[in-house]
């Protein structure tokens, strides 16, 4: 099964705000997206590239509940899990 990792999340954060840095370590990835500078628009931009590259289609209702990396990473996970 594929894994959705840290550094894949990281990556498409770093390109959907190009001069963003982007630091996931274990002590801000329950930081929520907006306190990490990502507006709602950047966060639907983040959404759409994690399912135009994984061909994961996340759930709207997790899309709205999502607000931190630690939690965007377990939603894609258990989506990718449920196309196996």
Same mark, same amino acid.
């Given at each position: 099964m594929p894994?959705f /990792?840290?550094g894949?999340?990281t990556?498409?954060? !770093?390109?959907c705000?190009?001069d963003?840095?982007?630091?996931?370590? +274990?002590? !801000?990835?329950?930081?929520?997206f907006?306190?990490?500078?990502y507006?709602?628009?950047?966060?639907?931009?983040i959404?759409a590239r994690?399912n135009?590259?994984l061909g994961a289609?996340?759930?709207?209702? +997790?899309?709205?509940? /999502?607000?931190t990396?630690?939690?965007?990473l377990a939603?894609?996970?258990? +989506?990718? +899990?449920?196309?196996?």
């Amino acid at each position: 099964m594929p894994e959705f /990792t840290v550094g894949t999340l990281t990556r498409i954060m !770093r390109e959907c705000v190009r001069d963003a840095e982007v630091d996931l370590s +274990a002590d !801000r990835i329950d930081t929520s997206f907006e306190e990490l500078g990502y507006d709602s628009l950047a966060v639907l931009e983040i959404v759409a590239r994690i399912n135009q590259e994984l061909g994961a289609r996340l759930p709207d209702e +997790a899309i709205e509940t /999502t607000s931190t990396p630690r939690q965007a990473l377990a939603v894609v996970n258990d +989506a990718l +899990a449920e196309r196996i």
